[in-house]
């Protein structure tokens, strides 16, 4: 009987999650927008109260590769 073996990366983390507000919540999605390439877009502030912007504070990183 064979074996079967994988490709794989994978990571895992453990830390804080906090909800941001105000302008904090409004840099938050500017930076996120200008990581995802929409540099320059424009946003209606009142549309940021709607959406929920998380900030997550890492406290423990572990990560494995496994190359064939």
Not at 29 to 58: A, P, Q, R, W
């Amino acid at each position: 009987m064979g074996t079967v073996t994988c490709e794989f990366e994978s990571i895992m983390s453990s830390g804080k999650l906090e909800k941001l507000k105000g302008e904090d919540s409004v840099h938050a999605l500017k930076l996120l927008l200008d990581h995802c390439g929409y540099k320059n877009f424009e946003f209606n502030i009142s549309v940021v109260e709607m959406i929920n912007v998380h900030k997550i504070t890492l406290e423990d990183v572990a990560a494995k590769r496994r190359k064939i």
